[in-house]
T-cell receptor, first 111, second 112 residues
Framework: EDQVTQSPEALRLQEGESSSLNCSYT??????LFWYRQDPGKGPEFLFT???AGEEKEKERLKATLTKKESFLHITAPKPEDSATYLC????????????FGIGTKLQVIP | DSGVTQTPKHLITATGQRVTLRCSPR?????VYWYQQSLDQGLQFLIQ???????AKGNILERFSAQQFPDLHSELNLSSLELGDSALYFC???????????FGPGTRLTVT
């Protein structure tokens, strides 16, 4: 069964203090790994798709990277508006198209 | 705004009752996914439809059912409701069967 483990569960940063969130996964043939951002009480918002090891994607202060076993979401010089829960998800190559989500990392950026 | 709409926003009902949640996908999207999100459990995949056909099933209880109509909107039916069914229910859509999904604002279900 596909599994996604995210760490840490919660992270508190000072504004401007860069850090990384980790997503470890096991899947029988990776079709894609996805990062989402979720604000409290709202639906997740799509950020990135990564397909193969070595791939990187960037958006503003966020950069996602992928290896064969894990993905990192690097946050450079975060601002308070980056505070949210960041979700990682994987989709397998097999005939089932379901996406398996991790529980997320709750990020709080203090001014 | 993702372009995915869900109704109602909030629903309060009693144990044993039946409710229907409705989702309209983004224009042009053929896939609809349903998820349940409880406080400590994260997003749990329930079921996926693609162009009217069921394509994947997750941890969906037998008391729950769904369908996708010819106009591509979808409904999730929850019956014989229990206290533990209280959660946020999200619908998401995608162009194909990609994991790049666009989520609606959710329906918050409270079972009393």
């Amino acid at each position: 069964e596909d599994q996604v483990t995210q760490s840490p569960e919660a992270l508190r940063l000072q504004e401007g203090e860069s850090s990384s969130l980790n997503c470890s996964y096991t899947v029988s043939g990776l079709r894609g790994l996805f990062w989402y951002r979720q604000d409290p009480g709202k639906g997740p918002e799509f950020l990135f798709t990564l397909y193969s090891a070595g791939e990187e994607k960037e958006k503003e202060r966020l950069k996602a990277t992928l290896t064969k076993k894990e993905s990192f979401l690097h946050i450079t010089a975060p601002k308070p508006e980056d505070s949210a829960t960041y979700l990682c998800a994987v989709q397998a190559m097999n005939g089932y198209q379901k996406v398996t989500f991790g529980i997320g990392t709750k990020l709080q950026v203090i001014p | 705004d993702s372009g995915v709409t869900q109704t109602p926003k909030h629903l309060i009902t009693a144990t044993g009752q039946r409710v229907t949640l409705r989702c309209s996908p983004r224009s042009g999207d053929l896939s609809v996914y349903w998820y349940q999100q409880s406080l400590d459990q994260g997003l749990q995949f329930l079921i996926q439809y693609y162009n009217g056909e069921e394509r994947a099933k997750g941890n969906i209880l037998e008391r729950f059912s769904a369908q996708q109509f010819p106009d591509l909107h979808s409904e999730l039916n929850l019956s014989s409701l229990e206290l533990g069914d209280s959660a946020l229910y999200f619908c998401a859509s995608s162009v194909d069967r990609s994991g790049e999904q666009y989520f609606g604002p959710g329906t918050r279900l409270t079972v009393t």
